[in-house]
């Protein structure tokens, strides 16, 4: 597999940063091109290192076993981890990925020295905490406070769901502004190299990592929110833990994988009286793409953010849920989606013991209730899930082939190479 | 609890690093002066930094669950990670340990960033393994080859044992300019800390890097061999690990944890053709440093060590065994010092099934046998224990509640505290 040198394309106000890809076997759905795309005033923070497209190429390579050739510069700092990253993620993840070669054309770092913290920002609780905990009020020591904020498109939005996106998007940019930080929009067609041959939810890291190394002349440090905690981590195999994460920093960019140690009720309990978080938590991705809900209320995701907020007498102040909880009996509603392997069941009854220990009886009948139709749904058999796909159930949207692409630019590249 | 500001002492050849530590209750036992001493020439490597101090001395106030004030400055990179590393170390020892607090006086990190590359050199598979692989013909990027080794007496090494330490440490030195690196012996008090107190096995980490932190006007690097792979490390606790390592890195100086990826069979597989090892490696747990065979070749590292070389077919190229395996029948003192509790043995059947299947049966019959002495001295009541210490069985060497401190080194630092002006 060749990773060619990145370039850089001014089009229509738009900064792009795109790299060749060439795999020794032709492989279905695999990009000819990586691209990430920034609006044009954003342009001076990029980097043309090879970092931002060897990370994440990095999964290809290993998933199909195929050594990497890399034509554009590396840092040593990353070379020099990448052994250790991708021992550990086949130590991991022994299945979808193998460790293989790179050989490198050139090894340097960037010769910047940028001052900026960035961090990935979803409106979801994990990164709404690590924003909270790098504020200036929370966080004394001033190079860890965050300057800016990437907002994913081609991520958990897909690019078809663009006006969405967009509504989002400005959204953030105003409520971002509020506590100085500037929010950089940022599209990339990078998962198209994971989905869908590997699992999204195991191999989504580098993806973020990947785009925080775009911005090499802009950031020396970057928040990676924890999606597992560490009790989580514990059972859990992710790409992205406290351990992996660190491994794909470079001699100029710091990546921190921050919050494992805090579980995600403790979080919603931290933040449930700061009004941008009740004014803007996003956690929910709806049926419905074209909406302008934020929350759907009725998601496994959903319910599992509101149960604690609702349980801290704080539901009424969040303005995003589109059903709130309004009386105990509607905590039953965990059963419609109730998934257990998510693992958050366990830090969920303690956490409401101690909390508001009177609705622990409608926990308990939802999650039974719950368990019982998990495993009705789970257990089906395959023939009658896919007779049902007729219907919009079992259908997974992010299988497409052009779920994670702009086919437009994706063309634009190609024939711009012929 | 303070750890007061780091002060440097120049006593006959010697420069020392100490801090004094002040306690809220003065607990049993416990150090006032926590000190690093190294050869006059390698004071340039003193790192006048309050991290070194910190690192190890926060364990002690975890333990005594006092909130620490630290008098001299640190860099703000650990200051940010210390909070989540106190919170891994309570949730993996909830009992021993706990978070605190800690006052800074001053963050700020050093204001250059040294270019040397440090390791710590015992001698052991796991640190020799972390030097080849970090030698010129192994390690294409220069700034992770390793610059400099450090020789720690205080840690598997005991102050009195101070004969032994520079035996080993000329041997070393020599190994160490043969591969182009500088050896740079290091004697330190920390372990008191945490002697009789929090067990060594697992509380090793932060007394490795600490040491490391000590170095770091020299060190831009300082990478701390692996004692567990991954896999263990999945199913013990530790303090020293891929996570919890580079949470103690500061601006400058950058905590690698190296080796995890590889079983120690794999590593000694890896050192085996090496001469260097072949000359130096030290395992051994009841060392004797009369001559150039200083692995008893009867404890259970020895013997762990002992049985890849010997599958490998090149147990007669290390000469620092003193009985090294010579036939078959030799597995069988296994038996002697078997420990069905050490994770070791696991990995050792399936790499002699690879290499040496014909001698598998001996060592069956060897961990067999093992097995058995090994749950008879488990049951052995302890009335019986303490007699039989008379004769030198379950006897400790390290067991004297003053056994990681150098009185000697202690009273210079403090005579010259009441010769300063006050």
Known sequence: MIIHQPELLMRDGDAIVHARIEMKQSRENIPDHLWYRVPEQFSQHLSLQGDAFLIPGLLAGMHFQEDIEMRGTVSPRLAYNLEEYQELLHFLLPKPVTPVKINYSRLEPLPVNPAGMGTTFSGGVDSFYSLWKHLPGNQPIPGYQITHALFLLG????????????????????????????????????????????????????????????FGNLFSKFIVPNSNDHWQNKRWTSSSNPTSDPLLSSDTLTIIHHGASTRRVEKVDEMCDWDLFQNNLRVCTPEDPASDILNCSRCE??????????????????????????????????????????????????????????????????????????????????????????????VDKLNHKTAYEDPELAEFLRSREI | MIIHQPELLNREGYAILHARIEYDRQPAIFPEYLWYRLPEQFSRLLSPQSDTFLIPGLLAGMYLEEE???????????????????????????????????????????????????????????????????????????????????????????????????????????????????????????????????????????????????????????????????KQLQKKAYTSDPLLDPFLSTETLEMIHHGAAYTRVEKVEQIADWETAQKVLWVCEFHKYEKDTWNCSRCEKCVRTMIPLFALGKMEKFKTFEKPFKSNRDGLWWARK?????????????????????????????????????????????????????????????????????????????????????
């Open chain 1, 301 to 394: 995701k959903c319910v599992r953010t509101m149960i604690p907020i609702y349980a801290l007498g704080k539901m009424e102040k969040f303005s995003t849920f589109e059903k709130p909880f309004k009386t105990d009996r509607d905590l039953l509603w965990w059963a419609r989606k109730f998934d257990h392997t998510k693992d958050y069941v366990v830090e969920v009854f303690p956490f409401i013991r101690r909390i508001n220990p009177r609705l622990i009886p409608w926990l308990r009948i939802a999650s039974l209730a719950g368990y019982g139709r998990y495993w009705i749904v789970n257990l089906l058999p395959k023939p009658l899930q896919r007779w049902l796909q007729r219907y919009g159930y079992y």
């Open chain 1, 155 to 214: 991520f958990d939005i897909l690019h078809e769901n663009r006006p969405r996106y967009e509504k989002i998007q400005s959204r953030y940019r105003d409520m971002l502004r509020e506590v100085d930080i500037e929010l950089i929009p940022l599209e990339t067609n990078l998962v198209r190299l994971i989905v869908p041959r590997m699992k999204f939810t195991h191999f989504y890291a580098p993806v973020l990592i990947g785009s925080a190394h775009l």
């Open chain 2, 68 to 230: 620490i004030e630290v008098r001299g400055p640190v860099s703000p990179k650990l200051a940010y990670h210390l909070k989540e590393y106190q919170h891994l170390l309570h949730m993996r020892f909830p009992k021993l340990v706990s978070p605190v607090n800690i006052h800074y006086a001053r963050l700020e990190s050093l204001p250059y960033r040294p270019a040397g590359v440090g390791t710590t050199f015992s001698g052991g598979v796991d640190s020799l393994f972390t030097l080849i692989k970090h030698l010129p013909g192994n390690q294409a990027a220069p700034g992770f080859q390793v610059t400099h080794g450090v020789f720690i007496e205080g840690f598997d090494i005991l102050p009195g044992e101070d004969r032994d330490f520079r035996f080993l440490q000329e041997k070393y030195e020599r190994a160490a300019a043969e591969v182009g690196i500088e050896l740079v012996p290091l004697e330190t008090n920390i372990v008191s800390l945490i002697h009789k107190r929090l067990p060594l096995s697992n509380f090793y980490g932060p007394v490795i890097i600490g040491a490391g932190q000590s170095l770091a006007a020299g060190f831009g690097k300082f990478i701390i061999p692996s004692s567990w792979d991954y």
């Open chain 2, 338 to 422: 078997y420990s069905a509790d050490r994770v070791f043995s696991k990995e050792l059947f399936p790499f002699v099934r690879k290499h040496r299947p014909g001698w598998l049966p001996w060592l069956r019959a060897g961990a067999a046998l093992g097995t058995v002495r090994w749950i008879a001295i488990r049951l052995t009541p302890g009335f019986v224990r303490k007699w039989l210490r008379r004769y030198g069985y379950f006897v400790n060497s390290n067991d004297a509640p003053d056994a990681y401190e150098n009185p000697e080194i202690s009273q210079q630092i403090m005579e010259s505290y009441d010769h300063s002006p006050a």
